[in-house]
């Protein structure tokens, strides 16, 4: 397929190179400029797009992808799948649907889970959401990028899958930490709560898969300084997606606002560019009361 690959960054590069290394005709673009290996560079996001099969967009924000789905979507061939992978605000997400679909175009959102590293390995979950019959036909664009896409429904169905994973990650991770925190108090060894934990009932991916104390589980960002990973601010970005749906469909979600607080506090503090593991030091610093 002629793919085009709008914003390759940390997650777009990999995902473009990948594409373009199962066979596919790959035409990038990204204000940066970056080289990718197998990807051709074209010099703006319409050109780029000009009589793609698939244009497939991975960007920081809402609003920027409002600004290149304006510039790209009245070149889009008849048909053309625009695949948007980046984690943005639902509102941004139905609204790129509705965009595309005005001009006969299928649009599905699919943001990802598994971070550089799975989409370095072609390693990404997809959680899409859009018409059955554009999933399908995208499946092998999603193959060539990751090990599982999952239709999860309607448009922005995929950014409620995300944001939803997100806030549970987000939430564990910070029970965990307490946990630690709590046991490093009792005189409880770290070790030994990992060994009970991570195979009792208080057992989760942010103690059995990405341990926050360093030296303890499988090896995790705690045992490389808290490099990321996944940085304190992509986490706090999610998580404040989270809280702007909750708000916007009245939902519930109280653990999730005081995980967005701590977050915020954590990132404006020093945790920016740090692994959001490392909210562990911060809180084994921290008499009760104080927060990170
Ligand atoms: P990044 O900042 O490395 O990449 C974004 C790219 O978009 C940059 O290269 C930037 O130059 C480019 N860009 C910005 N404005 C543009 C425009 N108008 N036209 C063309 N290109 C433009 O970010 P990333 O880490 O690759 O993340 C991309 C998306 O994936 C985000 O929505 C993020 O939340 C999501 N995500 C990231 C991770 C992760 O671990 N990094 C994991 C899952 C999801």
């Known amino acids: 397929m002629k793919i085009c690959f709008i914003g390759l960054g940390h997650m ?11 066979g596919h ?18 010099d703006g996001a319409a050109e780029a797009a000009t009589g793609c099969d698939a244009v497939i967009t991975m960007l920081p924000d809402g609003q920027i992808l409002r600004s290149v789905y304006a510039d ?19 509102a941004s997400a139905r609204w790129a649907h509705g965009q595309a679909r005005a001009r006969g175009l299928r649009p599905l959102d699919a943001p990802v889970s598994g971070g550089i590293s799975g989409a370095a390995t072609a390693a990404l979950t997809f959680m899409v959401g859009g018409e059955e019959a554009a999933f399908t036909d995208a499946l092998g664009i999603f193959d060539a990028m990751g090990k599982r896409a999952v239709h999860c429904g309607s448009a922005g169905a995929g950014q409620a899958a995300k944001i939803c994973n997100n806030m549970i990650l987000g939430i564990s991770m910070l ?23 991570s195979t009792s009932s208080g057992s989760c991916w942010s103690m059995n ?29 999610d998580l404040g997606l989270s809280q702007d749906a909750a708000e916007d469909c009245a939902a519930p979600t109280p653990l999730g606002a005081m995980a967005t607080t701590i977050y915020r506090d954590f990132v404006a503090s020093g945790g920016r560019g ?16 104080d927060r990170p």
């Open 72 to 90: 790209i979507i009245t070149v889009g061939a008849a048909n053309a799948l625009f695949i948007d992978c980046s984690t943005v605000d639902i």
């Open 12 to 22: 777009g590069a990999p995902m473009a190179a990948n594409l373009a290394r199962c």
């Open 209 to 237: 898969s990405y341990c926050p104390a360093p030296g303890v589980g499988p090896h995790s960002p705690a045992d490389n300084g808290y490099r990321p990973g996944f940085a304190a601010e992509l986490m706090l970005k």
């Open 175 to 197: 029970a965990v930490c307490e946990a630690f925190t709590l046991a490093d108090r009792l005189g409880l060894d770290r070790q030994k709560l990992f060994d009970v934990v």
């Open 25 to 42: 005709q790959v035409i990038g673009f990204d204000i940066a400029r970056p080289a990718v290996e197998g990807v051709t560079l074209a």
């Open 274 to 289: 740090r692994d959001f593991s490392a909210v562990l030091e911060t809180m084994a610093s921290m008499g009760r009361g």
